[in-house]
């Protein structure tokens, strides 16, 4: 391999685990999902790594190095499409856990200038695709979540209740909307009891699909009353972490008729 003196760097944060991150580099169906169909990759010392990009250009290259859940290291080339050749620049790609779930370093080096350059804004553009395919296959049951968290707001039994919550929230989950400031499972659960009794027979529902966005997901809702009529409505977001549970609710609601 020539001399790589060109650098690009990036770092960005993945709403994910490693482990769960890792797999799209070493599982073959998972890589073309952010690469593009029929992209396959070897992940082992001298495996292949082919990128059928959605264009119809193709990228070649090589594994060198892998550490499982942390590192992995391929050539890169086109073997059509722009003159970059197979073999002639190396990427490395690097994860390292953090709170919001893992920080990837992409550091790819080359031999000349310009195709550093130009490969800028296609790696800005390809690991925002990469969290996103990445989060939804993480964040795949977020609107079972999001029903079991309306659910807990119709459950007057309070040991239920708190297990609801405790399988589908952090610990310090934290919950605000016009009428709620509350910080932790307990303190959440003792207000929806308070909830109950101040509005007895209100039930939340989820109304519509669930929208997501790398662990952020909107939820439209209305709160229906003991006859069924409609009393509110609203959208609530949810801020899941990287363990799949529910970390912040922000409910907003709509202006209520006049």
Request: proline share 5%; hydrophobic share 40%; charged share 25%.
């Given at each position: 391999?020539?001399?790589?003196p060109?650098?690009?760097?990036r770092?960005v944060?993945?709403h994910a685990?490693?482990?769960?991150v890792f797999?799209?580099?070493?599982d073959s169906?998972?890589?073309?999902?952010?690469?593009g169909a029929?992209s396959t990759?070897d992940?082992?010392?001298?495996?292949?790594v082919?990128?059928?990009h959605?264009?119809?250009v193709?990228?070649?290259?090589e594994?060198?190095?892998?550490r499982d859940?942390?590192?992995?290291?391929?050539?890169?080339g086109?073997?059509t499409?722009?003159p970059v050749?197979p073999?002639s620049?190396?990427v490395?790609?690097?994860l390292?856990?953090?709170?919001?779930?893992t920080?990837?370093?992409?550091?790819h080096e080359?031999?000349?200038a310009g195709?550093c350059?130009e490969h800028?804004q296609?790696w800005?553009?390809?690991?925002?695709?990469f969290a996103n395919?990445?989060?939804n296959e993480v964040y795949?049951?977020?609107a079972?979540a999001?029903d079991?968290?309306?659910?807990?707001?119709?459950?007057?039994?309070?040991?239920k209740?708190g297990?609801t919550l405790a399988?589908?929230a952090?610990?310090?989950?934290?919950?605000?909307?016009?009428?709620?400031l509350?910080d932790?499972?307990a303190?959440?659960?003792?207000?929806?009891?308070a909830?109950?009794?101040?509005m007895?027979?209100?039930e939340?529902?989820?109304?519509?699909?669930?929208?997501?966005c790398?662990?952020?997901v909107?939820?439209?809702?209305?709160?229906?009353?003991?006859?069924?009529k409609?009393?509110?409505?609203g959208?609530?977001?949810?801020?899941?972490?990287?363990?799949?549970?529910?970390?912040?609710v922000?409910g907003?609601?709509n202006?209520?008729?006049?």
């Amino acid at each position: 391999m020539p001399e790589l003196p060109y650098r690009l760097d990036r770092t960005v944060v993945i709403h994910a685990k490693p482990e769960a991150v890792f797999r799209f580099f070493t599982d073959s169906a998972r890589w073309a999902s952010w690469w593009g169909a029929g992209s396959t990759i070897d992940a082992q010392p001298g495996g292949r790594v082919y990128i059928r990009h959605a264009n119809g250009v193709e990228s070649l290259g090589e594994v060198l190095e892998v550490r499982d859940g942390e590192r992995i290291v391929f050539t890169y080339g086109f073997a059509t499409g722009k003159p970059v050749p197979p073999g002639s620049s190396r990427v490395t790609i690097r994860l390292e856990p953090e709170e919001r779930g893992t920080l990837l370093h992409l550091l790819h080096e080359f031999a000349e200038a310009g195709p550093c350059e130009e490969h800028v804004q296609g790696w800005r553009f390809q690991l925002s695709l990469f969290a996103n395919v990445v989060a939804n296959e993480v964040y795949a049951d977020a609107a079972g979540a999001v029903d079991a968290w309306f659910g807990a707001w119709g459950d007057a039994d309070e040991g239920k209740r708190g297990e609801t919550l405790a399988r589908i929230a952090a610990p310090k989950i934290q919950f605000q909307d016009r009428f709620s400031l509350l910080d932790g499972v307990a303190d959440l659960s003792a207000h929806i009891g308070a909830a109950q009794r101040f509005m007895p027979g209100i039930e939340l529902r989820r109304k519509g699909d669930v929208r997501q966005c790398q662990g952020t997901v909107l939820a439209d809702w209305i709160a229906a009353g003991a006859d069924g009529k409609e009393r509110m409505s609203g959208t609530s977001v949810f801020v899941f972490r990287p363990d799949g549970r529910i970390g912040s609710v922000t409910g907003v609601t709509n202006p209520l008729p006049r």
